[in-house]
Structure formats: C-alpha cells, structure tokens
C-alpha cells in the first residue's frame, strides 16, 4: 500500500522550490495553484508576492520559471495576464501517476498521518416510535462519514444514542402491566420471526392506546407517573417491561436499517438510558466546579451570548427542581464517557440544525468543565430539513410525518420501474435486487449530494432520474464500463505513457488523479456533498471521454489497452466513493 502523490501537490512543491531559488527573501510563499482552464493548472501567488516584494509581478513570474530545472512532469510553464503561471503536465506523467494509483488497493490515496479517536453520534432513533425522514439524514449522513474517516485511518467508534429514557415509559409500562398481551406476536414460538412491521405495529397501537388512557383517566395517570418513579428507582419488574420496549423497537429499527443497506451493529446501541449511572455524578461536578449553579431548585448553566425573546439569558438545565436529569444530563455525561473512557479526540454529532442550540450549550458547558479542550473538540454535523415537492416540511395528505420506511419502499418501487424498462438480460430477482440498490442509492444520494446543513427537497422522479446529479447516472456510468471490460475479450486495461493523450482523456485523467485530495477535504470538513460533487464530475469527464474516444475501436491494441486503463480506473474509483457513501455499484444494470 503505497501513496501516491498528486500531480497537483507535484506541480506545488516544484513551483515552491522555483519560487525559494529565484526569490529567497520570498521565504516560503504559497504559488496558490488551483485546477484550470486555459492550462492544467494555474498559480495566482506571485501578483501578490510581487506586491510585498514592490516588484514587477510578470518579471518575477519569469524569474521563478527560469529557476525550475527540466523535468519530465512540467511540459510547459507560461507567464501569462499580469503575472499568472499557466502550467500544463505531460500525457506521461498523467498516465504515470494512474498507473500508480491503479497498482495500489487503495487508489494511491494517504492516510491522515494525524489520524485520532472520532467518536459519532449518529442514526438516533426513539424506541417506541416510528422512524421519519429526520432519522434517515442522520443515518445517512453518519454512515458516509463513518466509511470516509475510517478510510483516512481515523479510529471511529459508532454510537446510537437511540431515545429510550424518559417520562412516557411510565405510561407504556402501567399500561402494559395493566394489558398484559398487547406485546405479544402472532407468530409465537420457536423460531418464530417477528417482522419489524409488526413490532412497530404493536408499539404504535400500544403507544397510542395508552396515550389516551393517560390524558382521559386521571387515576391512569397517577399509576402511570408512579411508574416513572419505579423505573428510576431500579425496580426490577418495571425495568424488565421496559426492556420489553427497547427490544421490540430494536427489532424494527433493524428492519429499517437493513432496508436502508446500513450495518448497525448492537454493541454500538447505547441509548440515553446507557449514560444513568453517571448523571449525578456529573451534577456533582458541574455544582462542585461552579459550572452549573442553583437557580430556583434546578441546577442550571448560565451563557452570556444565549437570551431569550426578552432578553433574559436562557440556561441549560441540568436537573430540574424536582431532580429529574433531562437530554441536556445525559449528553453531557455522554461526552464524559466518550472522552474519558473511549478516548476520544473528536466528538461529531449529526444531529438536525434545530438542536443547534442546545448543542452549542452543552459543548460550552463540557468546555467550561474542561472535558473539551484544544485536544478534544465537538462538532455538531447539523442537517436541515426534508421538505416536500412543495418546498414545505415533508408531511402526508393528511398533515401527519411521513413515515421512512414508505418512502424506502416507493423510492425501491419507482427504481425498479426504471432498472425493468432498461433491462435486457436481467431475471425478475435481478431486477428487484438492481432495484433496492439503485432505490436506496437514489435517496441516499439525493441526502448527501447537497451540503447537510440546506434543506431539500424530497422528489422522487428527480431522483431515480437517468440524467442529472443522481445516483443512478453515477451506476449506469460504472455498469457500461463493467460491460466494455466484459467485451474486451483478451484485451487487457495497460498502462501506456508513450502515447499522446486527447483532451478528453487528460480531463479524465487529472480528476482521477484528485481522488485523494477530495477524500482529505471531505474528511476534515465532514462534508460528504464534497465526494458526492467529485463523482458526479467523475461520471461526467467520463461521459466526455467515452463519447469522444473509441475504446475498444482505437487505432492501435496500445491505444485500447490505455484507454480500457482509463475505464478501470474511472470504475474502482467510482466504486470506492460511492462504497463510502453507502452506495452500491451493480455490475449490471
Ligand atoms: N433521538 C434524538 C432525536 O430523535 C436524537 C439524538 C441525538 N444525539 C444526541 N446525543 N443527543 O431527535
């Protein structure tokens, strides 16, 4: 596994060395090289060196060029406008570099040398309720980012602070207690599967049902808030109905996660309940610090920035003055544990922009208490919100949150139309296995191709669409490759860099070659749309190339073999990134 570096971070420290040799009172200045247009590439950083240097920008831009020794990957290097460098690399050393890249498992892509412990909070939902199309940006987007860190070297360890604490299990509990059957299955008995379906049928009747004991029958209530205390208190009876809960819920969950393609595993389930043996302890600290202070019998902390409309400062409430612990409690004892006993040095959270607020409160607060710091920092990956075709928050006819597993479900519906119609040799299980894969992939693309934190709109036509920024396009360009190497017959995808390369295969060519530098910035910028926008441009140059270059037709067996080399390695790439982002690449389609 050996890394390859760029053609662009060559040219840099080649224009680097030039511009130390001819101007050494430059010190160490950036050439500010950038992808270009007229060039290869183009460097901006003399005009503003010549400024400080009170020089002429063209008679240092030429100085520099004269000071860069021969060499086989700068063909030409051009002064241009008021002092640019416009630089082009040879067809060889494009051809070089891929070829390096295509020997390695890894495309040639580094390892973040300051690779460290990023522990994320991601797909969180709520036990005993229904998941919707705000738990899908957080699983999805948490997903992606987990495969890219973990492809930079990062250590990632996966939590699923799922909601199963708090006041409304005394009402399911005292309502199953009192409805002892209500949770029971249809298909009782050994081996016996429960679909997810019918566990959450089961939760959503029940949740209901005593939904409208406890606000119609005071008596309810009473034996219902009595067994919030009893849960809290330990009591084993309550606790092992309240297991009941969690277990029926996890069983759907992993049926919508299996939907959605995405591996949870169950060591990494660790709710809000997982963090109770810690909340007071991390009250204590908080008071004993005086972080947090005591303000009318709740223990609050105090922003000097946060106000309310009135402008009175808004705390964040530790516990309340009945002394229960809230969401802000166990956040807070989970950043404890995640840094003290998991040893992160990352905390990234991808939670929905409207808890911004509240993170931005508790991150202070862990800062105050020193748990954050210059080593361990938090991040909030805040996405926004689903919106319908109708640019309004993404509701049913009836006004009621959509449910994610029907949209899945239509999203697989609608992509197995459009797989059926282009199929020509698929199997009926073909095309409804294509069909989950170019479904989910749809929306999960469609999630992660704009920046998170916008909100978008949920159209599924626009994505299982065959043109356009979609996931589909980004498969069929992987699958007529797979079909162009099948017909190569003994032709084999080589290396040649004696040949002259056209322009389309030179676009080609540099973009493949940037596949690292795209991984690093989508890595430390926790911004997947930046990996997505890369393959996306990837399948376009493709599209480019294949409609202006013969490949199995070129005039030489030399020439097809370096362009078969081009679709493959346009393929594997393709295939990593969208690896990363959750995606599959189907062979055929
Ligand atoms: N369960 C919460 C919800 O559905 C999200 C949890 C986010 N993570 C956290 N550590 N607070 O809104």
Same mark, same amino acid.
């Given at each position: 596994?050996?890394?390859?570096?760029?053609?662009?971070?060559?040219?840099?420290?080649?224009?680097?060395?030039?511009?130390? @040799?001819?101007?050494?009172?430059?010190?160490?200045?950036?050439?500010?090289?950038?992808?270009?247009?007229?060039?290869?590439?183009?460097?901006?950083? &003399?005009? #503003?060196? #010549?400024?400080?240097?009170?020089?002429?920008?063209?008679?240092? @831009?030429?100085?520099?060029?004269?000071?860069?020794?021969?060499?086989?990957?700068?063909?030409?290097?051009?002064?241009?406008?008021?002092?640019?460098?416009?630089?082009?690399?040879?067809? @060889?050393? &494009?051809?070089?570099? !891929?070829?390096?890249?295509?020997?390695?498992?890894?495309?040639?892509?580094?390892?973040?040398? *300051?690779?460290?412990?990023?522990?994320?909070?991601?797909?969180?939902?709520?036990?005993?309720?229904?998941?919707?199309?705000?738990?899908?940006?957080?699983?999805?987007?948490?997903?992606?980012?987990?495969?890219?860190?973990?492809?930079?070297?990062?250590?990632?360890? $996966?939590?699923?602070? &799922?909601?199963?604490?708090? /006041?409304?299990?005394?009402?399911?509990?005292?309502?199953?207690?009192?409805?002892?059957?209500?949770?029971?299955?249809? +298909?009782?008995?050994?081996?016996?599967?429960?679909?997810?379906?019918?566990?959450?049928?089961?939760?959503?009747?029940?949740?209901?049902?005593? $939904?409208?004991?406890?606000?119609?029958?005071?008596?309810?209530?009473?034996?219902?808030? +009595?067994?919030?205390?009893?849960?809290?208190?330990?009591?084993?009876?309550?606790?092992?109905?309240?297991?009941?809960?969690?277990?029926?819920?996890?069983?759907?969950?992993?049926?919508?996660?299996?939907? !959605?393609?995405?591996?949870?595993?169950?060591?990494?389930?660790?709710?809000?309940?997982?963090?109770?043996?810690?909340?007071?302890?991390?009250?204590?600290?908080?008071?004993?610090?005086?972080?947090?202070?005591?303000?009318?019998?709740?223990? =609050?902390?105090?922003?000097?920035?946060?106000?309310?409309?009135?402008?009175?400062?808004?705390?964040?409430?530790?516990?309340?003055?009945?002394?229960?612990?809230?969401?802000?409690?166990?956040?807070?004892?989970?950043? $404890?544990?995640?840094?003290?006993?998991?040893? *992160?040095?990352?905390?990234?959270?991808?939670?929905?922009?409207?808890?911004?607020?509240?993170?931005?409160?508790?991150?202070?607060?862990?800062?105050? #208490?020193?748990?954050?710091?210059?080593?361990?920092?938090?991040?909030?990956?805040?996405?926004?919100?689903?919106?319908?075709?109708?640019?309004?928050?993404?509701? /049913?006819?009836?006004?009621?949150?959509?449910?994610?597993?029907?949209?899945?479900?239509?999203?697989?519906?609608?992509?197995?139309?459009?797989?059926?119609?282009? +199929?020509?040799?698929?199997?009926?299980?073909?095309?409804?296995?294509?069909? *989950?894969?170019?479904?989910?992939?749809?929306?999960?693309?469609?999630?992660?191709?704009?920046?998170?934190?916008?909100?978008?709109?949920?159209?599924?036509?626009?994505?299982?669409?065959?043109?356009?920024?979609?996931?589909?396009?980004?498969?069929? +360009?992987?699958?007529?490759?797979?079909?162009?190497?099948?017909?190569?017959?003994?032709?084999?995808?080589?290396?040649?860099?004696?040949?002259?390369?056209?322009?389309?295969?030179?676009?080609?060519?540099?973009?493949?070659?940037?596949?690292?530098?795209?991984?690093?910035?989508?890595?430390?910028?926790?911004?997947?749309?930046?990996? @997505?926008?890369?393959?996306?441009?990837?399948?376009?140059?493709?599209?480019?190339?294949?409609?202006? =270059?013969?490949?199995?037709?070129?005039?030489?067996?030399?020439?097809?073999?370096?362009?078969?080399?081009? =679709?493959?390695?346009?393929?594997?790439?393709?295939?990593?990134?969208?690896?990363?982002?959750?995606?599959?690449?189907?062979?055929?389609?």
């Amino acid at each position: 596994m050996a890394s390859v570096p760029s053609l662009a971070s060559t040219v840099q420290q080649r224009l680097a060395e030039g511009l130390s @040799a001819a101007l050494p009172e430059a010190g160490s200045a950036d050439p500010l090289l950038r992808r270009s247009d007229r060039a290869d590439f183009q460097a901006n950083g &003399i005009l #503003a060196l #010549a400024k400080q240097l009170k020089g002429n920008p063209r008679e240092l @831009a030429t100085k520099v060029v004269e000071a860069i020794p021969a060499n086989d990957v700068l063909q030409v290097i051009e002064v241009s406008g008021p002092g640019f460098l416009n630089i082009t690399v040879s067809d @060889a050393a &494009i051809v070089n570099t !891929l070829a390096a890249r295509a020997a390695d498992a890894r495309l040639g892509v580094p390892f973040n040398e *300051a690779a460290g412990t990023t522990v994320i909070d991601y797909a969180q939902p709520n036990v005993a309720k229904e998941m919707h199309v705000g738990h899908l940006r957080s699983a999805v987007i948490g997903a992606a980012m987990v495969e890219i860190l973990e492809f930079t070297g990062e250590q990632v360890v $996966r939590r699923h602070h &799922i909601g199963d604490w708090g /006041t409304q299990f005394g009402m399911l509990i005292q309502y199953l207690i009192e409805h002892p059957h209500e949770l029971d299955h249809k +298909a009782e008995g050994a081996g016996a599967e429960v679909s997810g379906e019918e566990a959450m049928s089961n939760l959503n009747r029940l949740y209901k049902a005593s $939904r409208a004991l406890f606000d119609s029958d005071e008596e309810f209530k009473t034996r219902a808030r +009595a067994r919030v205390v009893d849960l809290q208190a330990g009591d084993e009876q309550t606790l092992a109905l309240w297991q009941r809960f969690v277990d029926e819920s996890k069983i759907y969950f992993y049926s919508v996660f299996e939907k !959605l393609d995405m591996d949870i595993r169950d060591p990494d389930i660790v709710g809000e309940s997982g963090y109770n043996d810690m909340l007071q302890e991390t009250c204590r600290i908080l008071e004993e610090s005086g972080v947090a202070v005591r303000s009318e019998g709740a223990l =609050c902390v105090f922003f000097d920035d946060i106000k309310g409309p009135e402008g009175n400062p808004v705390p964040l409430i530790v516990q309340k003055s009945d002394g229960g612990f809230g969401y802000a409690a166990t956040d807070l004892s989970a950043i $404890r544990d995640r840094v003290q006993n998991l040893k *992160a040095s990352t905390l990234l959270y991808v939670v929905d922009a409207r808890q911004s607020l509240h993170f931005k409160m508790v991150f202070e607060t862990a800062r105050r #208490a020193g748990w954050l710091n210059d080593e361990v920092k938090a991040h909030q990956l805040a996405f926004g919100t689903v919106l319908g075709k109708d640019g309004k928050p993404f509701k /049913t006819r009836e006004g009621e949150t959509v449910r994610l597993v029907d949209l899945l479900d239509e999203a697989v519906e609608r992509a197995s139309a459009v797989v059926r119609e282009k +199929a020509q040799d698929l199997s009926e299980e073909e095309i409804a296995e294509r069909g *989950a894969q170019v479904g989910i992939g749809a929306v999960k693309y469609a999630d992660l191709s704009t920046s998170a934190a916008r909100d978008y709109k949920f159209d599924l036509d626009q994505m299982v669409s065959l043109n356009g920024d979609t996931s589909v396009y980004l498969q069929y +360009a992987y699958a007529r490759i797979q079909s162009i190497l099948r017909k190569a017959g003994d032709a084999r995808p080589a290396a040649h860099p004696e040949l002259a390369l056209a322009a389309s295969e030179r676009a080609l060519g540099l973009h493949l070659d940037s596949f690292g530098e795209v991984i690093q910035e989508t890595a430390e910028e926790f911004a997947p749309h930046k990996l @997505a926008a890369y393959l996306y441009q990837l399948a376009s140059l493709y599209t480019t190339f294949y409609s202006e =270059c013969p490949v199995l037709k070129a005039d030489t067996p030399e020439q097809v073999e370096n362009r078969l080399f081009l =679709c493959d390695l346009t393929a594997r790439t393709l295939h990593q990134g969208m690896a990363l982002l959750g995606i599959r690449t189907p062979e055929r389609l």
